[in-house]
């Protein structure tokens, strides 16, 4: 039975709400600072907390509920007779629910406040009492999650208790929740270092129907602490999203990011399928989908510029899963909302990645996001490229670090001819891009040619330029090969392996 609770919330929704039934069913309420304020304003007869400790709020309320007369009211078991007794006989009562929501910590700390304002938002009394109540969940109801409040108005109503199972249930989301909360608080104090212990705070933003097929369950969590592209967009129309469209909205909005022109990136399975820069988005879209007219089909397409009308009309010509661009003009939205499953996504924030992750089984992979392109810009051979070959290098390796390893992209006026990747062979992805590619003029490789088969492959294709991190022990045959058929290469000293 519920005969005493304590109420100390930072969220004051549907507060009123519970406060009042509580008071219906006859039980005491106690409570802190701003919330005791709160409901005594609002009509609710309840007891300050330090009427209970004798002992009032200090250093700026700091210290106001870490006291015996509150823990030991908390943690006392209540089927024990030496716990209630040592309580009884310290005149101490026990309570019976724990009413707490924490300092926004997750909100402020992405505020633009200074690191000691930040730090005051770091919550010591609420967690403690939670913890307590939660580790004692079979005597004290915990509740830390306003919408936790009906379902509990509910069982008291019904059955004038709570049900074991949904106390354990509600202790699980208290440790569930100070998990998130203090990896939050830790990623903010150690800054970019790589910790013992890799916390990490994340919400469930979404379940998803299903992940990668049909048989395997996910759901969508975003992060508790940093700013991100793919936490921070707006969906306009279409369908909800599926696992599989979250991921290749992160590589297409990454991919057009990289470029201060204006550029698109057409997206298939989570690689580019097209991509270029154009004087214009309609330009730019044109020359992406040119890249490969087959694979866009089911595909997504990523801008960094607004879309206009002219775009939308030549994009719905084909069925296409998503578009995500940071502005849409009115009537470009028009159009594409004609296709009602078609998903926009408005997308304003640019990439905040700071690390990535894979799991493997029983561990979990940690390494700094791939934000660099190139180290250097040496050119190895007899001739030199050209300023607009370049050019169209550069724009090749931006594209190619997105591409799965092995991975090759042939560039020709600021467009992506042809795209090879995934291969477990560099010349196999070659012979795909150039394939494809038929009057490139530029080849770019994400690492080192072990062989200079992609030299022999590329001049039967009139390549002119090509662009590669170096490091092969058989670096010397491939620059050899350049000189003989009257190619370019320049090294990078910098790779970009995607697995």
């Not at 009562?93 to 690191?115: C, G, H, T």
């Not at 569930?176 to 790589?194: C, K, Q, R, T, V």
């Not at 940071?326 to 924030?349: G, Q, T």
């Not at 891009?433 to 039967?460: I, M, T, Y």
Request: overall charge negative; hydrophobic content about 40%.
């Amino acid at each position: 039975m519920i005969k005493r609770a304590l109420i100390s919330v930072y969220n004051k929704d549907k507060v009123l709400d519970l406060a009042k039934f509580l008071l219906d069913m006859e039980v005491e309420i106690i409570s802190t600072g701003g919330t005791y304020k709160y409901l005594r304003e609002n009509g609710i007869d309840v007891i300050e907390v330090s009427e209970v400790t004798g002992f009032e709020e200090i250093l700026d309320g700091r210290v106001k509920t870490l006291h015996p007369s509150i823990h030991a009211g908390i943690l006392a078991i209540r089927d024990k007779e030496d716990h209630m007794e040592v309580i009884k006989g310290k005149g101490i009562r026990p309570i019976d629910m724990v009413v707490v929501n924490l300092y926004p910590f997750f909100d402020k700390v992405n505020e633009k406040i200074s690191f000691e304002e930040k730090v005051e938002f770091i919550d010591i009394g609420g967690p403690t009492m939670i913890r307590a109540a939660a580790k004692n969940f079979k005597d004290v109801v915990v509740l830390t999650d306003v919408n936790d409040y009906d379902r509990i108005i509910s069982e008291l109503k019904k059955s004038g208790d709570v049900d074991y199972n949904t106390r354990k249930y509600l202790a699980g989301k208290v440790f569930n929740l100070m998990s998130a909360y203090d990896a939050a608080i830790s990623s903010f104090l150690l800054g970019g270092e790589y910790p013992d212990y890799f916390t990490i705070s994340y919400k469930k933003m979404m379940d998803l129907r299903y992940g990668e097929n049909p048989h395997q369950r996910a759901a969508y969590y975003v992060s508790t602490s940093e700013k991100g592209s793919v936490k921070d967009f707006v969906q306009l129309n279409g369908k909800e999203l599926s696992y599989n469209n979250i991921r290749d909205m992160d590589i297409a909005w990454k991919v057009v990011n990289e470029f201060e022109e204006t550029a698109c990136c057409a997206l298939k399975h989570n690689s580019p399928c097209g991509a270029a820069i154009g004087e214009t988005v309609y330009e730019a879209y044109v020359k992406s989908y040119e890249c490969d007219p087959i694979s866009i089909f089911g595909g997504i397409v990523a801008f960094n510029r607004k879309v206009d009308r002219k775009t939308a009309e030549e994009m719905v010509k084909v069925f296409l899963e998503i578009v995500i661009a940071p502005e849409f003009d009115d009537d470009a939205l028009e159009v594409l909302k004609a296709k009602k499953n078609l998903r926009i996504i408005k997308c304003s924030v640019k990439p905040q990645d700071k690390v990535e992750l894979l799991t493997v089984d029983g561990g979990l992979l940690v390494q700094d996001a791939d934000r660099k392109l190139l180290d250097t810009l040496n050119v190895v051979t007899k001739l030199h490229p050209t300023e607009k070959e370049m050019r169209d290098m550069i724009f090749g390796m931006k594209i190619v670090k997105y591409v799965k390893s092995n991975a090759i992209v042939v560039v020709k006026d600021g467009q992506a001819k042809g795209i090879g990747g995934g291969q477990v062979n560099r010349i196999w992805a070659a012979c795909q891009a150039l394939d494809r590619a038929g009057d490139g003029s530029v080849l770019v490789s994400d690492a080192f040619f072990p062989f200079s088969d992609v030299v022999e492959e590329a001049a039967k294709y009139n390549i002119k330029a090509i662009m590669q991190p170096g490091g092969s022990i058989r670096d010397k045959e491939s620059i050899e090969a350049c000189d003989k058929y009257g190619i370019s290469m320049v090294l990078t000293g910098m790779r970009h392996f995607k697995h």
